[in-house]
């Protein structure tokens, strides 16, 4: 596939009270953004397990969008702030995986700002499509395989 045909699969986790509701103004309003994103409506962006986005991108995703609501006006207090701290965690790790860091992006989108939430997905779709195809495997490479028999020192050798 060449680039130029290339549509990138981004998976979106979006805050219930904030940014999901900021994807439905967006669509209410007919706010036209590209239809790339998969939405999946999660009670609070800090409820966002690290290993979910790890999973997204192993099952076949180009980019993993995060979206909750703007620091300080989380409905759970300070839960946005975690979700900060795991995506710069994240962050660091899919560096060290060798999978470049912008394919995993935090936005804030309070419900009122649809126009902003389609932008943040225009963006990303754009810079996920320079990137070009994640192709994670799914599964991980076979190691070496194991001698057939394994060589036992007797307690004279040692």
């Not at 946005?80 to 860091?101: D, M, S, V």
């Not at 989108?109 to 990303?124: D, H, K, P, V, Y």
């Amino acid at each position: 596939m060449s680039d130029s045909t290339f549509e990138p699969v981004i998976i979106g986790f979006t805050c219930n009270w904030c940014s999901y509701r900021a994807a439905d103004l967006a669509g209410t309003a007919r706010i036209k953004y590209p239809p790339n994103v998969r939405l999946i409506r999660v009670m609070c962006s800090g409820r966002i397990d690290p290993t979910f986005v790890l999973k997204a991108l192993s099952e076949g995703a180009d980019g993993v969008l995060i979206a909750g609501c703007h620091p300080g006006e989380c409905h759970y207090l300070e839960q946005n702030y975690k979700a900060l701290r795991r995506h710069r965690l994240l962050q660091k790790t899919l560096a060290q995986f060798g999978i470049e860091p912008a394919r995993v992006r935090l936005t804030w989108a309070s419900a009122a700002e649809g126009a902003l939430f389609a932008q943040e997905i225009a963006e990303m779709v754009d810079e996920v499509k320079a990137l070009g195809p994640l192709n994670w495997p799914a599964r991980p490479m076979p190691m070496a395989t194991a001698p057939a028999e394994i060589p036992v020192l007797s307690e004279e050798a040692a």
